[in-house]
């Protein structure tokens, strides 16, 4: 090593820096120190801070497809490395299953897999617009009597859930190969065709990908215990500490009245502007604001206010029920923990569920019924997800690790199961240890 940098270290000294103002991570075997770094990373503080004291190799991989430009920054952070009689995992990974995982990453560069078909794209993005422009002319067409206007609302809830999915696609990075025109396009959907802050969703999204399911590091399940008790340890824990914020034992019951219904323009729509304003993120707040302007002069004329503000809200209704079942089904029946700093197949494969392919679940879910394979390869563009699948499924037969994959609503079934079963364990807990 250069620089003076011949500095070689133990896991159990990388493993001491994990703390808030002390960061190590290891990548590739070199040690980074990310303290001061980790304010100022693009992705955020925290889902950087989530590795600190472990190896990083594999997210590192996963998330970035500028591996030239990000070196950059990591030359700056480097300490040293791994001493030579160090293994380059920490002793509870498993070996075999990282070098297999990792081969499979290389085959699916090989075979261009995480190659965008541009064409795609730009067909999603096209019949958004189309049913957008659908919604209005509509109303402007037919008037503003019921049916028009509930055909109206439809088109609308449909394209707010569809934008979802493909502002997902470009926060992801999926589908140009500079990550600056990623950028760009994910804060017109999102900011312009959704209004929201795109630096919202990289904050919490991101975190979710990085540790899913694992408690006080994927916010995805802040809900636990606050709303919901989620998991099988757990609750457990909350019930043996007497903690009752909500009867949890009900849980699977007003799921169906605080769950489905969380992007309703109340709390959801004050938060994500405060979120703007308080990060100073100017460029998407303006964008959030041309996407107001927009719809409101698109439809008052048509309606009125009260007739715009009553289809707002039920456009909000059907979208957030359609975003919450879908994006739980994967999620919440699965394994839900503290950080037990797994590999990266094997916490992916105890956190994610598949749905069973066909065109109606690609479409309605934006590929997310492959939620495996996309939290395996995060940057694939979702057209190619289940071209790897039988590679994933392979591993993970190899390696014994379960592969879940289930009909759509047997997965909406599962949400309400899992609530039950973890709201029984808590009240077990609670009333009798």
């Avoid at 472990?54 to 996963?62: G, K, L, S, V, Y």
């Avoid at 189309?130 to 449909?158: E, Q």
Wanted: proline residues 5%; positive net charge.
């Amino acid at each position: 090593m250069e620089c003076g940098l011949d500095r070689f270290f133990t896991w159990e000294e990388v493993q001491k820096h994990c703390t808030r103002n002390d960061r190590w991570l290891v990548i590739h075997r070199k040690v980074y120190d990310i303290s001061e770094f980790s304010k100022r990373h693009p992705g955020g503080a925290r889902v950087i801070g989530h590795y600190a004291g472990q190896d990083a190799t594999d997210p590192f991989t996963a998330f970035h497809i500028d591996k030239t430009l990000v070196s950059k920054y990591l030359n700056s952070l480097l300490i040293g490395e791994l001493a030579p009689d160090q293994p380059s995992l920490e002793s509870w990974k498993s070996k075999l299953i990282t070098e297999d995982f990792q081969e499979l990453r290389a085959l699916v560069e090989k075979t261009n897999l995480l190659k965008p078909n541009k064409l795609f794209f730009a067909g999603m993005l096209a019949h958004l617009l189309l049913l957008d422009a659908a919604a209005w002319l509509t109303l402007w067409y037919f008037g503003a009597s019921f049916v028009p206007f509930m055909i109206s609302t439809a088109l609308l809830a449909i394209v707010q859930a569809q934008g979802g999915w493909l502002q997902h696609d470009f926060g992801h990075l999926s589908v140009f190969s500079k990550s600056k025109w990623n950028h760009i396009v994910h804060k017109f959907i999102i900011g312009h065709l959704k209004g929201a802050p795109a630096s919202w969703w990289n904050h919490l999204h991101f975190q979710h990908h990085a540790k899913p399911n694992c408690f006080r590091k994927d916010p995805d399940i802040n809900m636990h215990p606050i709303f919901f008790v989620l998991g099988k340890k757990l609750p457990i824990e909350v019930g043996i500490q007497k903690k009752k914020y909500m009867p949890y034992q009900y849980q699977h019951k007003y799921f169906f009245l605080i769950g489905p219904p969380a992007l309703l323009p109340l709390y959801f729509q004050w938060y994500i502007f405060y979120f703007a304003v308080q990060r100073k993120q100017w460029v998407d707040l303006a964008w959030m604001v041309s996407f107001y302007i927009r719809i409101s002069l698109t439809y008052i004329p048509l309606l009125g206010i009260q007739g715009f503000l009553l289809m707002f809200f039920l456009v909000r209704f059907m979208e957030s029920n359609w975003f919450v079942w879908v994006t739980q089904m994967n999620h919440i029946p699965m394994i839900i923990d503290h950080d037990q700093k797994e590999d990266w197949l094997t916490m992916q494969l105890h956190a994610t569920c598949n749905v069973h392919q066909s065109v109606f679940n690609d479409w309605f879910t934006g590929h997310l019924n492959f939620q495996i394979e996309h939290h395996l390869f995060p940057t694939m563009p979702r057209h190619n997800l289940h071209k790897v699948a039988p590679l994933v499924r392979s591993l993970c037969a190899k390696h014994g690790l379960e592969y879940q994959s289930k009909p759509l609503f047997t997965a909406f079934a599962d949400i309400v199961h899992s609530l039950k079963d973890s709201g029984e364990l808590w009240l077990d807990a609670y009333l009798h240890k």
